[in-house]
């Protein structure tokens, strides 16, 4: 079946680092790749997504790009903040038009320290 | 503002009794959805709806049910059969067209402590 692999965390960096936080997936076809985040205490909010192979999602200073070749979808960021902080999860959907489920990674928490 | 609510926030229940989650939303969304979050887990699907009147289990729906009468809304109940059932329980929309470009948006989210 469909799975989700994301780095394991805690990750911690100080703040103006560069973040990677990996993301590698296992799907028939061509599914559509998702990072959401989730902040202490709340709901997930989705940062940002691609639906096709090479595609670059971006968002708020973050980046992935959708790479078929190697089943990726790293999530990148060029300087973190300590307002980062949060758990990050990748998702996929698969392709197909009756299909509704999103299978989630277990998450990533990065923390930034000033 | 569009968006989704969950009410309440924080719920405690005692064993043995069921209790129902709140879930609304003002976006138009065909398709509705309750995942369950459990500490260092991702999301697991308990139930989903595409539309009024019907809806499917996902993968772990055992213990819960949910009913659609109201496109704005999509009530989860949580019955005693459920064995472990504390954890955070999230409710998600979508516009219902199904396959990869169809985006989930979340609410906040209802944290529930069985004591």
């Known amino acids: 079946g469909d799975s989700v692999t994301q780095m394991e965390g805690p990750v911690t960096l100080s703040e103006e680092a560069f973040l990677t936080i990996n993301c590698t997936y296992t799907?028939?076809?061509?599914?559509?790749l998702f990072w959401y985040v989730q902040y202490p205490g709340e709901g997930l909010q989705l940062l940002l997504k691609?639906?096709?192979?090479?595609d670059k999602g971006s968002n708020k200073g973050f980046e992935a790009t959708y790479r078929k070749e190697t089943t990726s979808f790293h999530l990148e960021k060029g300087s973190v903040q300590v307002s980062d902080s949060a758990v990050y999860f990748c998702?996929?959907?698969?392709?197909?038009?009756?299909?509704?489920?999103?299978?989630f990674g277990k998450g990533t928490l990065l923390t930034v320290n000033p | 503002d569009g968006g989704i609510t969950q009410s309440p926030k924080y719920l405690f229940r005692k064993e043995g009794q069921n209790v129902t989650l709140s879930c609304e939303q003002n976006?138009?969304?065909?398709?509705m959805y309750w995942y369950r979050q459990d500490p260092g887990q991702g999301l697991r699907l308990i139930y989903y709806?595409?539309?009024?009147?019907?809806?499917q289990k996902g993968d772990i729906a055992e213990g819960y049910s949910v009913s659609r009468e109201k496109k704005e809304s999509f009530p989860l109940t949580v019955t005693s059969a459920q064995k472990n059932p504390t954890a955070f329980y999230l409710c998600?929309?979508?516009?219902?067209?199904?396959?990869?470009?169809?985006?989930?948006?979340f609410g906040p989210g209802t944290r529930l402590t069985v004591l």
């Open positions: 799907a028939t076809g061509y599914p559509s």
């Open positions: 998702a996929l959907i698969p392709s197909g038009g009756s299909n509704y489920k999103l299978t």
């Open positions: 998600a929309s979508s516009i219902g067209r199904g396959g990869s470009t169809d985006t989930q948006y």
């Open positions: 976006l138009n969304h065909d398709a």
């Open positions: 691609a639906t096709k192979a090479d």
């Open positions: 709806s595409q539309i009024v009147n019907d809806f």
